[in-house]
């Protein structure tokens, strides 16, 4: 069984020590994986409106969003000036890239982009996209290959950005097999690698999961006719549920199971590039999750 691990690294506190410590964790266990960093200005404080809203975290308590993010990173943006991530952590991230880890953009503005790229222009989304690109060049020295977008968001706008920056691959959405998205009647040329498993956060505070539940409950969603696709949180599993994720790791590698890089996975897949299927790219709701995020449909 196959397993590719994509980190989404959301805030700056995430990136300072999340990052730092998941990463120690999958080098324990040999594992390589993708981390997918925010850029530019951590306003998560401006989220805090959506994680107070009825439905976010349906199942997870509101104190424990408090607990997990820290109360520091809920005012970010807010009582507290937004820090610029990647001018204050570019050293974390070089590291993670030197230590044989994929790297590639998740946003420059996890809020703006999450919360509103829904409404932006295509001149909006190019301008706001076009930051994350510049400040990854800045940093790794070259041009990102990849990118997965915050809050499983996706749109034609963002897609064809994806698009005119070249990319290998991208992963935005939440399904089960390598595409190539359909979105407005047009077909996109960047292919698609949806996660396929549940995230921590969609499990966790769950009655039927506790979490000696988790690690087992993972084992038996895993597949061997395909690769699997889990996306991991720096400020999640590389934090507060850093123990448990211990455990997953644990538990994947007694199963036998082998961990692969996501760009690999991606030119392993693109090899046989004809054969791949053409589908739609839909904004539905999942289980555990409030809002609707971009999935793939049915051809
Ligand atoms: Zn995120």
């Not at 080098?27 to 809203?53: C, H, M, Y």
């Amino acid at each position: 069984m196959i397993v590719a691990l994509k980190v989404d690294v959301d805030t700056d506190r995430g990136t300072r020590e999340g990052v730092p410590a998941l990463a120690a964790l999958l080098e324990e266990f040999s594992a390589p994986a993708s981390f997918l960093f925010s850029l530019g200005p951590d306003n998560t404080g401006k989220a805090i409106r959506r994680v107070f809203r009825p439905g976010f975290f349906q199942k997870v308590s509101r104190t424990s969003v408090v607990k997990m993010y820290g109360i520091r990173t809920l005012l970010n943006g807010t009582l507290l000036p937004a820090p610029h991530i990647g001018q204050r952590h570019a050293d974390v991230m070089r590291k993670i890239a030197a230590s044989g880890f994929e790297t590639g953009i998740h946003c420059n503005d996890h809020f703006k982009w999450q919360d509103y790229l829904s409404e932006m222009s295509l001149d909006e989304v190019r301008e706001e996209f076009d930051r994350a690109l510049k400040e990854y060049r800045r940093i790794f020295g070259h041009d990102a290959a990849t990118a997965g977008a915050p809050g499983w968001q996706a749109t034609a706008n963002s897609r064809q950005v994806y698009d005119e920056a070249g990319f290998l691959y991208a992963s935005d959405t939440r399904g089960e097999s390598a595409f190539f998205p359909q979105m407005e009647g047009r077909v996109f040329k960047t292919l698609e690698i949806p996660s396929t498993l549940p995230t921590f956060d969609e499990l966790l505070g769950r009655p039927e999961f506790p979490d000696e539940k988790i690690a087992p409950h993972y084992v038996n969603l895993l597949r061997s006719d395909r690769p699997n696709i889990l996306t991991i949180h720096a400020e999640i599993e590389g934090m507060m549920k850093r123990p448990l994720f211990r455990e997953l790791l644990a538990a994947f590698t007694e199963n036998g199971v082998r961990f692969v890089r996501m760009d690999d996975l991606a030119r392993e897949i693109l090899a046989d590039r004809e054969r791949l299927p053409v589908q739609p790219l839909v904004m539905a709701e999942i289980d555990g999750r409030s809002g609707q995020v971009a999935t793939q449909g049915v051809a």
